[in-house]
């Protein structure tokens, strides 16, 4: 197969064939008002000091509130929570309605039911073309079990175990 110019399509297709968990990404702005996105863009960073990275698009409705805030919340999602992540990924639309938020340590909203949710401080923000790269030291975490959702292809998979 011949390498072909990359456009914002084309690598869109490519990254997209690589599975990646979902996450639920939340916190709370300064007067007490929550909100969050759905990412995929998310790892484990460092175990010592515990460190994650997650992704945020510069034109997401809750792009200046992760700017400002020293904390955040990670939740991986199951497949209970797919029709959520649709959710938090749409803009413009009260993302918590329904309830299914518990207060974490932090007093972030975190999903009681995922396989796992994670608080951190924020330690660092870097820039990354059209998104920004939220780094947080875990401080508190819950592992739930179950099973993580997969994105492949446009789609959410359930793993086989």
């Not at 110019?5 to 084309?10: F, L, T, W």
């Not at 990670?74 to 329904?98: M, Q, R, S, W, Y």
């Not at 608080?119 to 947080?136: M, P, R, W």
Request: glycine content about 10%.
């Amino acid at each position: 197969m011949k390498s072909k110019k990359v456009c914002e399509d084309s690598f869109k297709q490519a990254m997209g064939i690589f599975p990646s968990g979902v996450t639920i990404v939340t916190t709370v702005d300064n007067s007490g008002q929550r909100c969050g996105f759905t990412a995929s863009a998310f790892t484990s960073l460092s175990l010592s000091p515990p460190l994650i990275l997650v992704c945020l698009a510069n034109n997401a409705d809750c792009f200046e509130t992760f700017n400002n805030q020293k904390q955040f919340a990670v939740n991986i999602i199951g497949p209970e929570h797919e029709a959520l992540a649709f959710k938090f990924a749409t803009k413009g639309c009260d993302k918590f309605e329904g309830g299914e938020f518990e207060q974490g340590s932090y007093g972030l909203p975190i999903l009681p039911d995922s396989p796992v949710s994670l608080e951190c401080n924020t330690e660092n923000i870097y820039s990354g073309g059209d998104h920004v790269i939220l780094v947080g030291q875990v401080k508190y975490l819950s592992v739930n079990g179950g099973t993580p959702s997969v994105w492949h292809a446009g789609k959410f998979h359930q793993l086989n175990m």
